[in-house]
């Protein structure tokens, strides 16, 4: 009888080291002949292309990629699209910079509004802010894009707007807007203007539709020969802190305006106690037309409601508003 002989367990189930190592190479020679014919492939491939683009070099057979079909969208229809992201800064900013006609498409409304500070709270590493907006908007072309622009100050009595703020550099920038539709300005001193209002402000004229003035120094007749530079003005609004009298007087009770401008859209007067401007724009505008006023704490409300009873269609109170709405 053959005796019974014990076959080593390595025999049958394999040495536990020695089948991790066989496992590893061959998992590295799989990996390596994998990554080969990858390489392999792709060389072909390049080299097929080259040998193809070397032979239909010069002729209508070519290969070529047709331009992407984002670009061969209508402009009418990109415009479209662009318009419902106006209040949307960042996807303006990622449409202005898909391609050449969305940029077009995006860059007005990107730079459709500037505003820019005065007051001496606005100064950044010792230098006053005025007119850093406007110079760098200048510099990169921008300004003719600007339809809204608001000087703003909060020392109303201490930093007016003056000609000191429009030397000869500063001139120029302001006379770069060209296409301006819409026009704030705070602590204006109409007085210190005169006689060459024209000279800063009558690039305006053909194109201004809105005019807001907040505490506009200078007597009625001289703020009602400023408004009256814009012949195509539709949208009046003056604001005050606080109800103020006639102020300068008699001063430019000579002045006649320009122009009769339309003011057929909205008024708005808060804190508003100058009942001889309202008397001179009757005279001499022939009547006002307005369609739409918000008055609050206007002490010539019956002169304005019976001025323009004939085409008021809606009319404003803020009969809980200490401030009434945003002066902007």
């Not at 683009?53 to 415009?79: D, H, N, Y």
């Not at 009602?224 to 005050?240: E, T």
């Amino acid at each position: 009888m053959t005796p019974f002989v014990k076959t080593p367990t390595s025999s049958l189930t394999g040495d536990p080291t020695t089948t991790s190592r066989r496992l590893t190479c061959s998992s590295c020679r799989v990996t390596t002949t994998v990554a080969i014919e990858l390489l392999a492939a792709k060389v072909w491939w390049r080299g097929v292309a080259k040998i193809e683009q070397l032979l239909f070099e010069g002729t209508s057979e070519t290969p070529t990629l047709g331009p992407s079909s984002i670009t061969r969208l209508p402009q009418e229809l990109v415009e479209l699209i662009i318009s419902y992201f106006v209040h949307d800064t960042f996807t303006l900013l990622a449409c202005s910079m898909t391609c050449y006609s969305w940029y077009l498409a995006a860059v007005p409304h990107l730079h459709h509004t500037l505003t820019t500070d005065t007051g001496f709270f606005f100064w950044r590493r010792g230098k006053p802010v005025w007119p850093r907006p406007l110079r760098n908007s200048y510099h990169l072309g921008l300004l003719p894009l600007v339809k809204r622009f608001r000087i703003r100050t909060i020392t109303m009595l201490d930093d007016p707007f003056t000609p000191k703020k429009l030397d000869k550099c500063s001139l120029r920038y302001f006379s770069a807007l060209t296409n301006l539709q819409e026009l704030g300005v705070d602590a204006l001193q109409v007085p210190s203007f005169m006689p060459n209002i024209q000279r800063y402000f009558g690039h305006f004229a053909p194109t201004l539709r809105f005019l807001a003035l907040r505490e506009p120094g200078g007597s009625s007749r001289q703020i009602l020969y400023f408004i009256g530079l814009f012949p195509n003005l539709q949208d009046l609004k003056l604001c005050y802190d606080f109800p103020r009298g006639e102020q300068g007087g008699m001063a430019g009770a000579d002045l006649v305006p320009l122009s009769v401008p339309p003011l057929c859209g909205r008024l708005t007067l808060i804190c508003f106690a100058k009942e001889k401007l309202v008397e001179d724009m009757i005279a001499f505008f022939g009547g006002l037309h307005f369609r739409y006023m918000d008055l609050f704490r206007v002490e010539c409300a019956r002169l304005l409601l019976g001025a323009c009873a004939d085409t008021l269609e809606g009319l404003r109170l803020y009969p809980t508003d200490p401030y009434g709405e945003e002066f902007f």
